[in-house]
Nanobody, 120 residues
């Protein structure tokens, strides 16, 4: 599975951005996709995760009500609509795809990351 993010950039506080993650390869095997972020000096954290087919979406408390994750299975693309952005949202955002297989550890695939910078 290959993942390519796009859509990052510089935005003022209160603004919006939409990130995209295009998946290719064995996309039929993907059980869940998610967005993570990593700010300088901090650990990577979960932002949102969507189960296969988009039947369930969970968000970090810090982004609930402001961010919306969605998937277009026909296009093998996942999106993250980010509204009311805050300086604390500044980070590199990564797309993740997880494949579950019976009897072995899950396989995680990552995109290259896209920088989101929110100015105050």
């Amino acid at each position: 599975v290959q993942l390519v993010e796009s859509g990052g950039g510089l935005v003022q506080a209160g603004g919006s951005l939409r990130l995209s993650c295009a998946a290719s390869g064995s996309t039929f095997s993907i059980n869940a996709m998610g967005w993570y972020r990593q700010a300088p000096g901090k650990q990577r954290e979960l932002v949102a995760i969507i189960t296969n087919g988009g039947s369930s979406t969970n968000y970090a408390n810090s982004v609930k009500g402001r961010f919306t994750a969605s998937r277009d299975n026909a296009k093998n693309t996942m999106y993250l609509q980010m509204n009311s952005l805050k300086p604390d949202d500044t980070a590199v955002y990564y797309c993740n795809a997880r494949i579950l297989r019976v009897g072995v550890r899950p396989s995680d695939y990552w995109g290259q990351g896209t920088q989101v910078t929110v100015s105050s």
